[in-house]
């Protein structure tokens, strides 16, 4: 095969890459390159060091090793029986892109993955090394985010969980059945195994109170999955069933959801069609329900109507639509957990909410202050000046608070 | 009207010792303007103030003086104006600061957010060029900070390339490391800068790749990376075509007939993956038994957990041990009683004299029941109709183990072995023959981990302990050595 150069490579790796969701670069250990010989640091936050127009953030060089692979998925861009152009890079060539791309702060570090090629353990061995070769030979101290092939070998896990901040493996699809139809090759049977086992190997990792040697790290920065939403026909409850159980189950930091998009050379046996970004995006919104609002993925389902969220209003907000009963809720005295069920009230505005009112009742008009859109509140809250009445009732609540223009699928056509 | 001066943008000190002696005098708000920059040389304006007097002085809280210094950042003219209403009104309300709905302390909580967001995007949007090669080797950057955050952010670039030699230059000043040292010096002009950088036809290249033109949503990305920030990001120059270009392509993608499958990799795919649903196999040994229930569907709790748990224990054993279902550390693991529950029947039989290595252990239902709250999965109990699926399975081992004596934990062990329901409490501790043979029923250890009254748990402990010691000399009696 001719050799093609090193930016159509990077152009044709990086496209094969991006349909993974996941660009985070949070969460991994404080650390910075003072004391070393190389570049680097990592303080907790992410840093998304640029927005491609469809407004995600590039935080890492996302790409592949290559886009080889033996796995014939039907939803994937890469496999084997689609007619894409194929490129494989070295170790090496990725170990430079990496830190010519740090230097100049493009990026906070890598996330690489891969088509397998030969076998599992071939494929994770290599992606090892190039996160090997950063780490020991040169001394970087950025982020590397590494995908878990997951038939591998568990000696490879444990080096991958040594060298990166962050491992994933993705499940794609919600429903296993699915699975054996789209991706025939891939057991999701397996793939909930190695998230167990990375889940085993970051509990060991946990120093003990009375360890005097800390245990060796293993992936810092946790696990994360994608499912893919649209391409196996799973309602949107069933899909938040599946998320609750892999948070539930294997510790996961994130559950990344990714539209089931357009992709050159499409398969046969799944059409594309126009990505469904608002289903997307409501997925998002429920996802966070559960993991920083305290609700349950049965609860949400609550608001959906047939196993769907409601596109036009967000999830809590559907929630609270149908349990009326438990509202108003009285901003100067209720409790943290009564608040966040509150429509319109985010985390940070509770936390000033909590804050002020130990030293002011607060009025409506200082509700106002400390949320973005006091519309979406007002019917749900008593104040001091301000009970909604019948309003928290009224049968046309729901016309008068969502936009009279609905909102159209986030999309060009 | 009093006009103090300040000789810098970003002089927190002088703006502190004038607000101090101010406040101490007496000036209220209303009287005193503040502006940079000055009509003559002094720090003071059109009247001067008092020197500060030593036994005369006051306390703010350090939540505003951490508030001020970062409101001192931001471009807005009027900042030092509002940090001195803000000093004022501590006097009467020493917790303003913490009263974010107030109008003043709402509009510096946001100007401060405001400054640390531009110190973030500075992290985020600097671009360094590479100048010279070797021992002579520079990074330099020419970067126009939304708000005066240079002198913050810079510690963050020296922490992340301490082994880079770098500048990064900006309208307000300029930040220098030189491997060891941090220094400022004065504003710099862009043509200071490198004009270009050979990488960053990659970094382009990378850019353009891993945009999806089918998700076009180009005013979240302007939300996140403003067009301010566009003239000094190489990348952003690609932006407008990108645009133009997205309905095309993706069109192109959603309307091409879908094409003839690439034959060239058929010979190296990886097998496919056996999904047979295994409901009814017949087993002929444990390991059929295993590989078996790896597809089993009989009832749904398989959905949700990560495998089937078989029972662990030599092919034949004179004692089989059995439970309700896997915990969550059995789930994951894939090997029954290693969990909390586990430990207390080590312990139990250890003290009976049974070892583990020689007993038949398994659950009455093989796969982890649960729900999920959280992050954490709690264990529910299975359903009888869910037992009852999973006899299949358990009928199979012990036809296969061919035990002369089961020792049954818990109801649902029970009824996993008789296909009925039983009272445990009014069964356990005695041995009774059965159709399924010899049959000694006693509590679950998790009964003893979990029931809410001490007295009950201890009393259960001992009580889980004699029915142990009671199989071990049931086996005993039977003249053979165990296993």
Not at chain 1, 304 to 313: F, N, Q, V, Y
Not at chain 1, 357 to 375: M, P
Not at chain 2, 254 to 261: L, Q, R, S, T, Y
């Amino acid at each position: 095969m001719a050799r093609i150069d090193l930016r159509r490579k990077l152009s044709v790796l990086a496209d094969a890459a991006k349909y993974d969701a996941s660009c985070a670069s949070s969460g991994a250990k404080k650390r910075d390159s003072r004391g070393g010989t190389g570049v680097g640091s990592t303080e907790g936050m992410g840093i998304c060091h640029a927005y491609t127009p469809d407004g995600r953030c590039v935080s890492l060089l996302k790409i592949l090793l290559t886009n080889f692979c033996i796995y014939d998925c039907a939803y994937c861009i890469n496999r084997s029986s689609s007619n894409v152009e194929r490129a494989r890079f070295s170790v090496d060539e990725v170990v430079d892109l990496t830190l010519s791309f740090y230097k100049r702060n493009y990026i906070e570090g890598l996330f690489l993955s891969s088509g397998i090629i030969r076998s599992s353990d071939y494929t994770m061995e290599q992606l090892v090394e190039v996160a090997r070769k950063l780490r020991e030979e040169h001394d970087f101290r950025g982020y590397i985010h590494l995908k878990l092939i997951p038939e591998a070998d568990q000696r490879l896990i444990e080096l991958a969980g040594l060298y990166a901040d962050r491992l994933s493996a993705n499940i794609e699809l919600p429903r296993d059945e699915a699975l054996g139809r789209l991706a025939p090759e891939k057991d999701a049977r397996v793939i909930r195994k190695a998230m167990g086992q990375v889940r085993l190997k970051m509990e060991e990792a946990k120093p003990g109170k009375r360890d005097r040697i800390k245990p060796p790290s293993f992936a810092p920065g946790g696990q994360s999955t994608q499912l893919i939403v649209g391409a196996d026909g799973a309602p949107d409850t069933e899909i938040l069933d599946r998320s609750s159980s892999l948070y539930g189950g294997y510790g996961l930091r994130r559950v990344y959801y990714s539209a089931f998009s357009p992709i050159p050379d499409s398969s046969a046996i799944l059409p594309v069609s126009r990505p469904p970004l608002m289903r997307e995006h409501r997925l998002y919104q429920a996802d966070w329900l559960m993991r920083f609002y305290g609700f349950t993925a049965p609860e949400i389902a609550e608001g959906a109507e047939g196993g769907m969220l409601d596109l036009a209003i967000d999830p809590k907000l559907a929630w609270a639509l149908k349990k009326r009963e438990v509202y108003p809720v009285d901003v100067n005295t209720a409790q943290r957990e009564d608040l966040l069920r509150v429509p319109g009230l985010g985390v940070k505005a509770i936390d000033r909410i909590i804050s002020v009112r130990r030293y002011r009742t607060l009025r409506l008009e200082d509700v106002a202050r400390l949320t973005r859109s006091i519309d979406k509140v007002r019917p749900w809250i008593t104040a001091l000046d301000w009970s909604p009445g019948g309003l928290t009732d009224a049968i046309d609540l729901r016309a008068r608070l969502v936009p009279e223009k609905q909102p159209q699928q986030l999309s060009l056509f | 009207m009093r006009t103090v001066h300040l000789a810098g943008e970003t002089d927190f000190d002088s703006w502190r010792d004038a607000a101090r002696n101010l406040r101490l005098e007496g000036v209220e708000p209303a009287r005193v303007r503040f502006v940079v920059g000055n009509g003559r040389d002094g720090l003071f304006g059109d009247e001067p103030i008092p020197p500060r007097s030593s036994n005369r002085s006051f306390t703010v809280s350090k939540a505003f003086v951490d508030l001020a210094r970062e409101v001192m950042l931001h471009r807005d003219a009027d900042r030092y104006d509002l940090l001195y209403r803000l000093l004022w009104r501590l006097q009467d309300e020493p917790n303003l600061i913490k009263v974010t709905s107030d109008r003043d302390v709402a509009r510096a909580v946001e100007m401060a957010k405001n400054v640390s967001r531009a110190s973030h995007k500075m992290k985020a949007f600097v671009r360094f060029r590479q100048q010279g090669e070797g021992d002579n080797e520079h990074w330099i950057a020419w970067f126009e900070p939304a708000h005066r955050v240079l002198e913050k952010t810079a510690p963050f670039f020296a922490r992340r390339y301490a082994n880079m030699r770098w500048s990064i230059l900006t309208p307000d000043g300029a930040a220098h490391w030189d491997l060891k040292t941090l220094t400022f010096g004065p504003p710099a002009r862009k043509e200071d800068a490198p004009q270009e950088d050979e990488i960053e036809d990659f970094w382009k290249t990378y850019y353009a790749s891993t945009f999806n033109p089918a998700r076009l949503r180009s005013k979240a990305m302007q939300a996140e990376m403003p067009k301010s920030y566009w003239k000094n990001l190489p990348e952003a120059d690609l932006i407008a075509g990108m645009i133009a270009d997205a309905t095309g392509r993706t069109e192109q993608m959603v309307n091409a007939p879908a094409p003839e499958p690439n034959r060239r990799f058929d010979q190296v795919k990886a097998a496919v993956v056996d999904r047979a649903v295994t409901d009814d196999v017949v087993p002929e040994n444990l390991d059929d038994l295993n590989a078996a229930l790896a597809g089993c569907r009989r009832c749904p709790l398989w959905r949700d957990a990560t495998q089937p748990v078989c029972g662990r224990g030599p092919k034949r054993s004179r004692l089989m041990i059995v439970g309700e279902q896997p915990g969550d550390q059995e789930d994951i693991a894939g090997t029954p009683f290693i969990g909390p529950a586990g430990k207390v029947l080590d312990k139990a039989m250890l003290e009976a004299g049974l070892e583990r290595d020689t007993v038949y252990l398994t659950n009455a239902v093989k796969h982890f029941k649960h729900t999920v709250r959280g992050r954490q999965r709690l264990h529910k109990s299975p359903s009888a109709a869910e037992i009852d699926h999973c006899r299949w399975w358990l009928d199979h081992e012990r036809a296969l183990v061919q035990p002369e004596l089961i020792v049954a934990m818990g109801a649902s062990a029970a009824r996993g072995i008789l296909g009925h329901t039983v009272s445990v409490n009014d069964l356990r501790g005695r041995i009774e023959e059965r159709p399924q043979g010899a049959l000694l029923l006693t509590y679950h250890p998790a009964y003893i981990l979990r029931h809410p009254d001490p007295n009950e748990r201890i009393r259960a402990q001992k009580a889980f302990s004699t029915d142990l010691s009671l199989a071990a000399a049931y086996l005993k009696s039977t003249g053979k050595v165990l296993s």
